[in-house]
């Protein structure tokens, strides 16, 4: 009896487990939310990051460089600050963590 019990106990546990998973995939089918997302390499090595905050969305494309040493291109969207100005969009290239060139100029 102990162990038709535990059986029972146990497809009704797989049951609900087979359940949940399935309504996990569904959820994730339809999104994914985050602020911050990195794609690394086999090494560990940030590679793209896609970031959001309240005023600004970017996506960066790097290399592996040392900290602090970005070279890469970045393509970012800015809101105005405090609703004064406009918003902006472009492209800025690093190199070696300097800023080499940008568009918009400026």
Known sequence: MFKVRRRRD??????SLRRE?????????EQVTTRRLVVVDGDGVQRVVVR???????VLVRVDAAAGETTGVELFAV???NDVGTAEAGVALYQAGEVAGSWPAG
């Open 10 to 15: 146990l497809v009704r546990e797989l049951a």
């Open 52 to 58: 959001a905050d309240q005023t600004t969305g970017s």
């Open 79 to 81: 809101e105005p600050v």
């Open 21 to 29: 998973l399935g309504e996990l995939k569904v959820g994730l089918a």
